[in-house]
């Protein structure tokens, strides 16, 4: 009704100036005109209502459709995110975790090392403190055994010249004295 109207207004000022003002308006010709557009408008819309009703039906049932789809898309994104976050504390919990587990292996393995180098360094000093006692006492036995056999020697040759009783009691003395010393 509006629109018919608004129409009639329009058809009669526009028929008014066009008739160049006095003459008197053509009321048969804008009521005939005003006729044509109601009927034309009312054939449209009788002959298209069922399609613009079904185009806009399928437009409300996408547009619901779509404004599903895309609150589950946010939901889920909002839960990935959450998800996402939660791996990112739980992986800075587990760096903090493993750098200090790091740190205490580290020194463990430090510790642990020194140790074994310690007691490495303790056995190759016992193994040379016995290598060199063991080359003491063969160098001394060889001695003693040197000193023996000179003695002999030495005795064997006195004997053989004729020692007196004082020069073979001095060579005796001297003998003990020698293996006293080795001792």
């Known amino acids: ?41 009312g054939i449209l819309t009788w002959l ?25 898309q946010k939901e889920l994104a909002i839960k990935n995110r959450d998800e996402i976050k939660e791996r990112l504390e739980q992986l800075k919990v587990n760096a903090d975790k493993s ?14 090392l020194i140790n074994n ?12 403190e016995s290598k060199i006692m063991n080359e003491k006492n063969k160098i001394v036995s060889e001695l003693k055994m040197d000193l023996l056999s000179k003695s002999f020697k030495k005795a064997k040759v006195g004997l053989s010249e004729g020692m007196s009783q004082p020069d073979l009691q001095k060579l005796k003395d001297e003998f003990i004295r020698n293996i006293e010393a080795v001792q």
């Open 48 to 72: 298209l209502k069922d399609k613009i009703k079904a185009l806009f039906v399928g437009r409300v049932d996408k547009f619901d459709e779509e404004f599903r789809k895309a609150q589950e």
């Open 99 to 112: 750098i200090s587990e790091a740190k205490v292996n580290a020194k463990n393995n430090s510790e642990t």
């Open 1 to 41: 009704m509006k629109l018919i109207l608004v129409l009639s207004i329009l058809l009669y000022s526009t028929a008014a100036f066009s008739a160049g003002g006095g003459e008197g308006i053509p009321w048969s010709m804008i009521t005939a005109q005003t006729v044509n557009v109601i009927l034309a408008i």
């Open 117 to 128: 180098a310690n007691e490495q360094a303790k056995k190759i000093i016992i193994d040379s």
